[in-house]
């Protein structure tokens, strides 16, 4: 039926439309084609681009999202400090509510009863201390204030600052003891100082205020007075303000008398 | 047919097109449809030979419409469609297009290549992806049907 059929299917292809331009029309669509190809493969190209860079932005801001690390105990050096205050975080992340300082909730009241301040960006922090730079009205340097935890043993005692030996007497004041250890003598490093403890508790606060130093008398005075250092020292909320495992062990800053 | 310039292009378009064209029409009935399946068979054609991937021109050609056609017109039931300003068709001429799109399309495509193209087996079952029993089946079923139904229909003509 070969060629009966190649005979039958010419007849069917007779009233045949002529061809026209239908050459450059298959040149024009295959130009046309190509185009649309092209910006095919520019615009997957784009767009692989931009998924990286969401990905990329979407990364990054999920690891700058997470928590600071934390000194671990017993590895900070005097050189480790990491900065109390947050974290830029990048816009259109929603940004943590900042961790309030329990320190200086108690302290800052303090000083601007006394027109002091904390120097802005100054606080430091390490695994069982606080530190803050205190600056007056205009700015200048009025020393330090400091605060620290520390774990001590069963049979610690106040210490004595004249004799490593000795203990002093510890006065009370609701379920805690403490003793202060202010030294004024020298007016180019004046420093006032308390320790307390809770009764019966193996963890001891000390609370510095330390004057700039070399600063002469009146500028070389601490930012707190004696019974402010004192009030801080014995307001529990400062002590709470420390976690439970906090410990001024290794790479505490110095205290004028160690309670060590 | 990779690199090879413009010029041989254009000498292979002008000279398949109408071929292509008539395959096309016995493929889907319709001479607008036709054009429009081999202009576009033909551009994407051009526009692969000039990246270099295109092995056997006329292969690619005839396995790019025959699917084409396959898509566009899978549906068995046929209407012709003339071209405009065309004289009348003879009644036999519909009866045997209508015959031939009552077969399947891959049938009807193996009918086409082999009985008004002349592509030997090898060739057509490399354009539809058969092998040549594939071809062979199917060509015998087709013809074996396309009697059969024409044959009816002279049947009926006559009576």
Same mark, same amino acid.
């Given at each position: 039926?070969?060629?009966?059929?190649?005979?039958?299917?010419?007849?069917?292809?007779?009233?045949?439309?002529?061809?026209?331009?239908?050459?450059?029309?298959?040149?024009?669509?295959?130009?046309?084609?190509?185009?649309?190809?092209?910006?095919?493969?520019?615009?997957?190209?784009?767009?692989?681009?931009?998924?990286?860079?969401?990905?990329?932005?979407?990364?990054?801001?999920?690891?700058?999202?997470?928590?600071?690390?934390?000194?671990?105990?017993?590895?900070?050096?005097?050189?480790?400090?990491?900065?109390?205050?947050?974290?830029?975080?990048?816009?259109? +992340?929603?940004?943590?509510?900042?961790?309030?300082?329990?320190?200086?909730?108690?302290?800052?009241?303090?000083?601007?009863?006394?027109?002091?301040?904390?120097?802005?960006?100054?606080?430091?922090?390490?695994?069982?201390?606080?530190?803050?730079?205190? $600056?007056?009205?205009?700015?200048?340097?009025?020393?330090?204030?400091?605060?620290?935890?520390?774990?001590?043993?069963?049979?610690?005692?106040?210490?004595?600052?004249?004799?490593?030996?000795?203990?002093?007497?510890?006065?009370?004041?609701?379920?805690?003891?403490?003793?202060?250890?202010?030294?004024?003598?020298?007016?180019?490093?004046?420093?006032?100082?308390? +320790?307390?403890?809770?009764?019966?508790?193996?963890?001891?606060?000390?609370?510095?205020? $330390?004057?700039?130093?070399?600063?002469?008398?009146?500028?070389?005075?601490?930012?707190?007075?004696?019974?402010?250092?004192?009030?801080?020292?014995?307001?529990?909320? +400062?002590?709470?303000?420390?976690?439970?495992?906090?410990?001024?062990?290794?790479?505490?800053?110095?205290?004028?008398?160690?309670?060590? | 047919?990779?690199?090879?310039?413009?010029?041989?292009?254009?000498?292979?378009?002008?000279?398949?097109?109408?071929?292509?064209?008539?395959?096309?029409?016995?493929?889907?009935?319709?001479?607008?449809?036709?054009?429009?399946?081999?202009?576009? %068979?033909? &551009?994407?054609?051009? %526009?692969?030979?000039?990246?270099?991937?295109?092995?056997?021109?006329?292969?690619?050609?005839?396995?790019?419409?025959?699917?084409?056609?396959?898509?566009?017109?899978?549906?068995?039931?046929?209407?012709?469609?003339?071209?405009?300003?065309?004289?009348?068709?003879?009644?036999?001429?519909?009866?045997?297009?209508?015959?031939?799109?009552?077969? %399947?399309?891959?049938?009807?495509?193996?009918?086409?290549?082999?009985?008004?193209?002349?592509?030997?087996?090898?060739?057509?079952?490399?354009?539809?992806?058969?092998?040549?029993?594939?071809?062979?089946?199917?060509?015998?079923?087709?013809?074996?049907?396309?009697?059969?139904?024409?044959?009816?229909?002279?049947? &009926?003509?006559?009576?």
């Amino acid at each position: 039926m070969s060629a009966p059929l190649n005979r039958l299917l010419e007849h069917v292809l007779e009233g045949e439309p002529p061809l026209g331009d239908e050459v450059d029309e298959v040149f024009r669509r295959a130009a046309r084609l190509r185009r649309r190809r092209t910006q095919a493969v520019l615009l997957a190209g784009a767009g692989t681009a931009g998924l990286i860079v969401v990905l990329g932005y979407a990364l990054t801001a999920t690891l700058l999202s997470s928590p600071p690390a934390t000194i671990s105990p017993g590895t900070a050096d005097p050189g480790d400090v990491v900065a109390a205050t947050a974290p830029p975080m990048p816009s259109g +992340v929603p940004a943590p509510a900042p961790v309030t300082d329990g320190v200086r909730t108690v302290v800052e009241p303090l000083l601007e009863g006394r027109r002091l301040r904390i120097v802005p960006a100054s606080a430091r922090r390490g695994d069982g201390w606080r530190q803050y730079r205190i $600056a007056d009205a205009q700015g200048r340097s009025r020393g330090t204030v400091r605060v620290a935890v520390f774990d001590v043993r069963k049979k610690w005692c106040f210490p004595v600052a004249a004799d490593p030996e000795a203990c002093a007497r510890p006065d009370r004041t609701g379920g805690l003891e403490f003793v202060r250890y202010d030294d004024v003598s020298d007016p180019d490093r004046q420093v006032r100082q308390t +320790v307390t403890r809770r009764n019966g508790e193996d963890q001891v606060l000390a609370v510095l205020a $330390a004057g700039e130093v070399d600063a002469g008398a009146q500028r070389g005075r601490p930012a707190l007075t004696g019974a402010q250092v004192e009030q801080v020292a014995t307001d529990e909320r +400062v002590l709470d303000a420390f976690d439970a495992g906090e410990d001024c062990d290794d790479g505490c800053p110095d205290f004028p008398t160690p309670v060590d | 047919m990779s690199g090879e310039n413009d010029t041989a292009l254009r000498d292979f378009v002008t000279s398949r097109l109408p071929q292509l064209r008539r395959s096309a029409f016995l493929m889907c009935g319709d001479w607008r449809m036709a054009t429009e399946l081999t202009r576009a %068979t033909l &551009a994407r054609m051009v %526009t692969d030979s000039r990246r270099g991937v295109v092995a056997d021109p006329d292969v690619y050609a005839y396995a790019d419409l025959m699917e084409a056609c396959r898509r566009r017109n899978r549906r068995r039931e046929h209407v012709f469609v003339a071209s405009p300003g065309a004289a009348g068709v003879e009644a036999e001429s519909i009866l045997l297009l209508d015959a031939l799109h009552k077969l %399947t399309p891959r049938c009807r495509a193996v009918l086409v290549l082999r009985h008004w193209d002349g592509f030997d087996v090898d060739a057509t079952g490399a354009m539809l992806d058969l092998d040549e029993e594939q071809v062979a089946a199917y060509e015998r079923a087709g013809l074996a049907a396309l009697e059969k139904m024409l044959g009816e229909s002279e049947a &009926a003509m006559a009576g």
